[in-house]
Nanobody
Framework: QVQLVESGGGLVRAGGSLSLSCAAS??????MGWFRQAPGKEREFVAA????????YYVDAMKGRFTISRDKAKNTVRLQMSSLKPEDTAVYYC??????????????????WGQGTQVTVSS
């Protein structure tokens, strides 16, 4: 059974940093990534990483502030967020897929999802 379990969410002040983790189990994936969804807004793609080569992809709004990485030994992907803003407040979801990195970063579609973790940035 595939499981993606996020951790690390919480409350942080604007300008602060937070690191999210996602532990994967049940199968291996080619790509893992992060999405977020703020109240009243559509789900938004954040970043992705290829499991084998470690290639990374960020949507433009996240570049420079967010860093995605993976720990192959622990089957974990992380999202390091810095210079956080109140508008970064959202539920952050870990996602994974077995299709290619190019497919995922082009379509922003991934098949497997975690339950989400809340990130709240206060002003």
């Amino acid at each position: 059974q595939v499981q993606l379990v996020e951790s690390g969410g919480g409350l942080v002040r604007a300008g602060g940093s937070l690191s999210l983790s996602c532990a994967a189990s049940g199968r291996t994936f080619n790509v893992m990534g992060w999405f977020r969804q703020a109240p009243g807004k559509e789900r938004e793609f954040v970043a992705a990483i290829s499991w084998t080569g470690g290639r990374t992809y960020y949507v433009d709004a996240m570049k420079g502030r967010f860093t995605i990485s993976r720990d192959k030994a622990k089957n974990t992907v992380r999202l390091q967020m810095s210079s956080l803003k109140p508008e970064d407040t959202a539920v952050y979801y870990c996602a994974a897929d077995s299709r290619t990195f190019e497919y995922v970063t082009t379509t922003h579609q991934l098949n497997y999802w975690g339950q989400g973790t809340q990130v709240t940035v206060s002003s």
